[in-house]
């Protein structure tokens, strides 16, 4: 394991970023960084941002990291605590919204290491 970084409380549903996460899981950073500029899902932002986070990560481990070998070797995606708001309806009643948050997590790891 050579680096890794966490987004936590990322105002997205679970089930639309592990949509984009699937796209990304076991590719290079360069190409994994490329695939999310064009992906036209709201969650691809925040996970190129936290994928540069963890490049940025590996860069300042204090080993010696080619960060062009690096590769997602996993990318977790778990469900964060809901909010939850109440939203008025007809005769004084009130429905629950549930606004569903999301923790992210991202291992990179030498393209050697993850062909095994």
Known sequence: MISTAM????RLAPR???VVADLVRGQP?????SLLR?????????LAK??????ANAEQGGKDVDVDRLVVQTIT????PTQRRFMPR???RATRINKKTSHVKVVLSNQAQSRR
């Open 7 to 10: 987004l936590r409380h990322l």
């Open 16 to 18: 639309k970023v592990r």
């Open 29 to 33: 950073v360069g190409e994994a960084l």
């Open 38 to 46: 064009f992906t036209p899902k709201a969650a691809a932002r925040p």
């Open 50 to 55: 936290l994928l540069r986070s963890a490049v």
């Open 77 to 80: 995606v778990d469900q964060g």
């Open 90 to 92: 007809a005769m004084g």
